[in-house]
């Protein structure tokens, strides 16, 4: 079975810190992804990744940066946290498709939930 | 940008009755997905309807896929209690690495 392993359930930071988020899949997937989950808003897609040291912008990267440095590993980084911030971060891998748009199904971890004080 | 709009927001039912979903998209797409989501846990995919496909089954789920309409159901057959859950449709739109979530139906099947 797929894993995707966030490397915290709960986080709290104070506001002006500097946040990482990590996540860590185990089947060679080269897409990953970071999602923010918000009540009445849905998932919404920050930014992604489908090859080592390659991202993407979602739809809402303001404020948030990414890093990809191994295949296995996408660390989504709050630069300087703000409490619009509070939210349950999501990550999730999957196997490219055979074309682009083809997308597989998304495998995630159990969330990140973080506040920010 | 949101494009999956699931109806209705939020579904009771008695266990052993079936649940029916709905999911509206704007855009032409190259397949369809549902999630499912426990809460406090991440989405676990259920299942993938290609656009060339009409209707999809797995176990007790059954999802229609109506291009025409942009449009699809899930249809829950003989619910069970652990079937409480969100469930969320996701589109990917050609040329696209994205899948765009709907904001999902929150589902509780009552014992």
């Known amino acids: ?117 | 940008s949101q494009q999956g709009e699931e109806d209705p927001q939020a579904l009771s039912i008695q266990e052993g009755e079936n649940a029916t979903m709905n999911c509206s998209y704007k855009t032409s797409i190259n397949n369809l997905q549902w999630y499912r989501q426990n809460s406090g846990r991440g989405l676990v995919h259920l299942i993938l309807i290609r656009s060339n496909e009409r209707e999809k089954h797995s176990g007790r789920l059954r999802v229609t896929l109506d291009t025409s309409k942009k449009s699809s159901s899930l249809l829950i057959t003989a619910s069970r209690a652990a079937d409480t859950a969100s469930y969320f449709c996701a589109t990917d739109p050609p040329g696209s690495y994205q899948l765009t979530f709907g904001k999902g139906t929150k589902l509780s099947v009552i014992p």
Not at chain 1, 25 to 36: G, L, P, T
Not at chain 1, 46 to 62: C, H, L, N, Q, W
Not at chain 1, 99 to 107: A, D, E, I, V
């Open chain 1, 1 to 117: 079975d797929v894993k995707v392993t966030q490397s915290s359930r709960y986080l709290v930071k104070r506001t002006g810190e500097k946040v990482f988020l990590e996540c860590v899949q185990d089947m060679d997937h080269e897409n990953m992804f970071w999602y923010r989950q918000d009540p009445g808003l849905g998932l919404r897609l920050i930014y992604f990744s489908y090859d080592v040291k390659m991202k993407e912008k979602g739809d809402i990267p303001e404020g948030y940066s990414v890093s990809r440095e191994k295949k296995e590993r996408f660390s989504l980084i709050l630069e300087s946290a703000s409490t619009n911030q509070t939210s349950m971060y999501l990550c999730a891998s999957s196997t490219r498709g055979m074309t682009l748009g083809s997308n597989q199904p998304q495998h995630f971890g159990d969330g990140t939930r973080l506040s920010i004080l």
